[in-house]
């Protein structure tokens, strides 16, 4: 079982930065591709952004696209989304997610979800 845990929420103001962290365990993070969502109450989720396994390609929606990066750390069996010119319209619950099969922006081809951390930015 592929278990993630999300952190590196919290509040900002906007134009500020942060980075978010997914950290893995039971599979090594390099080997499978990681998806980034984000959903606020009363929304449907939201693709933010995606890495494939070895760190091959990227994708982000266009909301984010120049602002937001995804990148991984192998050693530390972590995917990072560094969040840069925020706005008050990022504010959301981000959440990571394991890939099983088919396109990254569907949030039904992944399987196994973090809890999400809490991003809020302040206008």
């Known amino acids: 079982q592929v278990q993630l845990v999300e952190s590196g929420g919290g509040l900002v103001q906007a134009g500020g930065s942060l980075r978010l962290s997914c950290t893995a365990s039971?599979?090594?993070?390099?080997?499978?591709?990681v998806g980034w969502f984000r959903q606020t109450p009363g929304k449907e989720r939201e693709f933010v952004a995606s890495i494939s396994r070895y760190g091959l390609s990227t994708y982000y929606a266009d909301s984010v696209k120049g602002r937001f990066t995804i990148s991984r750390d192998n050693a530390k069996n972590t995917v990072y989304l560094q969040m840069n010119s925020l706005k008050p319209e990022d504010t959301a619950v981000y959440r990571c997610?394991?890939?099983?099969?088919?396109?990254?922006?569907?949030?039904?081809?992944?399987?196994?979800w973090g809890q999400g951390t809490q991003v809020t930015v302040s206008s």
């Open positions: 997610a394991h890939l099983t099969s088919g396109g990254v922006v569907d949030a039904n081809s992944y399987d196994y």
């Open positions: 039971g599979r090594t993070v390099s080997s499978f591709t």
